[in-house]
Each structure stands twice: as C-alpha cells, then as structure tokens.
C-alpha cells in the first residue's frame, strides 16, 4: 500500500439516513481536521453545497468555474497524491478537484479563491524551475517531494505558502469525506500532523472509527 501519509481513518459502513450522515460528516470532519478547520469549511450553507455536488470524472478536461484546464489538471495530481488510489478510490478519482473548484466559487471569498489559484501557479513555477517541467509532467517522486517542502515552508516557500497549502488539504479531505465512499469507507489522510510519507507499512497505521 502506497500512501504519502500515516494515518487513516474508517467508517462503519453502515445505511445512512440523511440527518445522521450530516451529523456523520460534521463529526468526522472535527476528529479529521480539526474544528478549526472544519468551522471554516462548513461557513453557511457549505455542507449543503457539499453534499448536493455531483461528481463529473471527467471535467479535468474543461475549464472549471475558478480554474482553467491547466489548473485542474494540476489540482487533480495534487488532490490524488493526498488521498492516493488503494482498496478504495483516490480522490482525483471521485472528483474532489471539481468538487473544490465549485465549493470554492459557491462558499468562499474572492481572497481564498485567490490563494488557491496563486498556489497553483506556484507549483507549476516551481517545478519548471527545479525540474526543467511542469507539475503535471513531472514525476510523482517530484511532485510529492516539491508539496513537502511547500508544506514545510522549505527550499525558498514561505509560512503564506504552507498555509495555503494547508487550506487546500482541508479542501481536498472535506470533498472526498462528503462523496458516498468517503463518508462510508476508508480514508486515507489526517492532515494534522500530516506529512509526506512513502511506501508507509499499512500493518503500523493506528485506525479510528466513526459510528
């Protein structure tokens, strides 16, 4: 199992009535990311929003209503090296980069739309300029090794770019946790403490269970 992070978190998969998955993922997101940062997520009517969003698998290939082409692209590498593909869906696979670009149009400031586009751009500048290419075309070793320094505000990123990063990673959990198999099955991220990891043993990660 190959994932860049230490823990996952699990579910009963069990039948969900409306009000008790709503009262699931404002649980779970808590425990997840924190209640910091699923207050900010969850402004207004966001779960709403959230949980009325049909997946589109393929509109990667279109422009978003943020994002252009190129963007989503690169928001889809990112969303599925932070919930990579294993015995469930990654999150590219279910489509939490278009789940972001409309959550983001629908329920946030023109600030925080910002930040993320601005970070998207950064990571296609970045590797350009340490990998002679862009994001997308690099490697996923590159890829995972330019998020962490992003993360850790190393190699020339600052705080700024560490928290937007962070912002996005709530983003990216908050999607793939509100789609009917990341609120029923397994989840393969905890972005606090988080932290980019490979080839992670998955007989040593500790597992948590929501009812």
């Known amino acids: 199992m190959k994932t860049p992070f230490k823990t996952n978190i699990e579910m009963r998969s069990e039948p969900l009535i409306e009000d008790k998955k709503r009262r699931s993922i404002l649980f779970g997101l808590s425990a997840v ?10 402004g207004e009517n ?9 997946n589109r698998p393929d509109c990667v290939r279109a422009v978003g209503r943020l994002f252009t082409s190129g963007q989503m692209q690169i928001l889809r590498e990112v ?21 972001i670009d409309n959550q983001l149009v629908r329920c946030h400031r ?10 998207l751009k950064l990571m296609d500048s970045s590797a350009k300029k340490q990998f002679k290419k862009n994001f997308i075309q690099s490697s996923e070793q590159q890829q995972l090794s330019l998020l962490t320094s992003i993360e850790n505000a190393k190699n020339g990123f600052l705080e700024d770019d560490a928290k937007h990063f962070a912002f996005l990673k709530q983003l990216i959990v908050f999607g ?6 990341g609120a029923t099955e397994e989840l393969a991220y905890l972005p606090v403490p988080g932290g980019f990891k490979g080839s992670f043993p998955y007989s040593s990660v500790n597992k948590a269970w929501f009812g």
């Not at 023109?110 to 970070?119: G, M, P, S």
């Open 46 to 54: 966001a779960l709403g929003v959230a949980m009325a969003y049909q």
């Open 33 to 42: 990311i924190g209640s910091a940062g699923a207050s900010k997520m969850l």
């Open 110 to 119: 023109a600030d925080e739309q910002l930040r993320v586009v601005r970070l």
């Open 79 to 99: 969303c599925q090296l932070v919930i990579p593909k294993t015995d469930t869906p990654g999150a590219a696979d279910l489509d939490t980069h278009g789940f």
């Open 176 to 181: 793939y946790f509100t789609t009917e198999i």
